[in-house]
């Protein structure tokens, strides 16, 4: 058996029996922990929406398609596939989207081809920076962000080099 199979359980079991130790009623703190989440909910809603509707505008209006014409002369020259350019440039702005283009590259190419690894390597080691930054950042009322994009974003540039570094 895996550890990653029994970590979750295992942390779980460790924490009721902590909070039986402690005498904290585990379900009541569940059901208010889970109370106080639904304003939190309701607050990042819009910015949800908001960058949702965004990303489809791109999908749509073929945004996405120009700019890896575009890029095609400088990712032919870095060896990186085509395939790869719309999810590098869709990745900062929504999971969903990108984890619908990594469905179509696996379809497409196969996971064990090289552009399936590269693929999955880069899904796992960037982050949606516009999404994570306009749902929390919104939440909590923060306008200005000051330097936590362009440093999510260089980042997020570091682990996709490295993992395609890696790939190869």
Do not use: C, W
């Not at 505008?57 to 870095?78: C, I, K, N, Q, Y």
Request: proline letters at 5%; aromatic letters at 8%.
């Amino acid at each position: 058996m895996k550890a990653a199979n029994i970590a979750v359980p295992a942390l779980v079991g460790i924490l009721i029996v902590y909070a039986l130790i402690k005498k904290v009623n585990v379900y009541k703190a569940f059901v208010d922990g889970a109370a106080e989440a639904v304003p939190q909910l309701i607050a990042i809603l819009p910015y949800l929406a908001a960058m949702l509707g965004a990303i489809s505008l791109l999908r749509a209006s073929g945004a996405v398609e120009f700019f890896t014409g575009v890029m095609r002369p400088v990712t032919d020259r870095l060896g990186i596939s085509p395939a790869l350019v719309p999810l590098i440039a869709l990745r900062p702005f929504s999971g969903s989207a990108s984890l619908a283009m990594l469905k179509d590259i696996l379809t497409e190419f196969g996971a064990d081809s090289r552009v399936g690894r590269a693929a999955s390597v880069l899904v796992g080691s960037t982050e949606t920076v516009f999404y994570t930054t306009a749902v929390y950042f919104g939440a909590v009322g923060v306008t200005k962000t000051r330097h936590a994009i362009p440093a999510a974003l260089i980042s997020g540039a570091v682990g996709a080099a490295v993992g395609l570094l890696l790939v190869r």
